[in-house]
């Protein structure tokens, strides 16, 4: 029972330095969204062009690698919660 209780832990441990984590790359994500967003655009210019196309494609991949691992700490710390649920059902 224990064993299965420091797993537990260990889970929503580790769901929470996900969760951390994600705070930490979503304030550094807001603060290049801010500098791209004060930088002047040169529509004209080929390379701005280019550069702009692919900075929103990376920042639509940045938004889908944020929503995979807030989507894989809350399953994480739901299937904690469940081995928790079962190693005490178990011990009744």
């Known amino acids: 029972m224990s064993r299965s209780l420091y797993d537990a832990g260990g889970m929503m441990r580790t769901a929470a330095n996900i969760r951390s984590s994600m705070k930490i ?7 290049i969204e801010d500098i791209m967003s004060q930088m002047p655009q040169y529509f004209s210019d080929p390379i701005q062009v280019e550069f702009s196309k692919k900075y929103d494609i990376l920042k639509q991949d940045l938004e889908k690698i944020e929503n995979v ?4 700490a809350d399953l994480l710390s739901l299937a904690a919660d469940q081995v928790a649920r079962t190693v005490r059902e178990i011990d009744i």
């Open 25 to 31: 790359f979503s304030s550094q994500k807001k603060e």
């Open 69 to 72: 691992m807030q989507e894989y």
